[in-house]
């Protein structure tokens, strides 16, 4: 399976957002940044949907060891790209990604993505390996600046991670572009 083999076929199915609404998670707990359900999880592949109530952001993160994964977005959803130059973070792109986007997702890809706007959103979510892992975001990493670390993580991507079971790198840095421009 590749990513861009799973987007064409998550694009033939046609998903709308109404079919999800009894599946989400709009009033999480509040250690959560954003809802997270997850729907399955196979041999080697899993699929979560995401609830984005006003303010809701995920920590900027990577996906671990996922092979090949998609993200469905049932509604409007604001994102922010990343990548590591010179051993800091760096901002390389924000958007609004529109609702019925399918967009490809690797190990790799450095983001946050959430929601400003008053109107609920929900984004579907599947990560998949091609090495048969339990849980294919294993290994996530979540790079908190303010604390100048990287956290590692089994998938989750909440601002405010559980730390007494994860692992740390210190010596992330950003720059002040990133700073200044978050929204």
């Not at 196979?42 to 090949?68: C, E, R, V």
């Not at 792109?93 to 690797?106: D, M, R």
Request: proline share 3%.
């Amino acid at each position: 399976m590749t990513s861009h083999a799973l987007v064409e076929m998550i694009h033939s199915l046609h998903f709308k957002p109404d079919e999800f609404y009894s599946l989400s998670d709009f009033h999480h707990p509040v250690d959560k940044s954003y809802g997270r359900n997850k729907l399955y999880s196979g041999q080697n592949f899993g699929i979560f949907l995401m609830s984005w109530a006003k303010g809701d952001f995920t920590a900027i993160h990577n996906h671990g060891q996922t092979d090949w994964g998609a993200v469905v977005l049932l509604g409007d959803v604001h994102h922010r790209l990343y990548d590591i130059r010179n051993q800091k973070l760096v901002l390389t792109g924000k958007n609004v990604i529109p609702s019925g986007t399918v967009a490809p997702v690797q190990g790799d890809l450095i983001h946050a993505m959430g929601n400003f706007d008053d109107k609920p959103s929900m984004t579907l979510h599947i990560y998949g390996s091609n090495n048969h892992l339990e849980i294919p975001g294993i290994s996530s990493r979540i790079f908190e600046l303010e604390k100048n670390r990287i956290r590692t993580t089994n998938g989750e991507a909440y601002i405010n991670g559980i730390e007494s079971s994860d692992e740390y790198k210190a010596g992330i840095e950003t720059d002040l572009y990133f700073n200044l421009s978050f929204r």
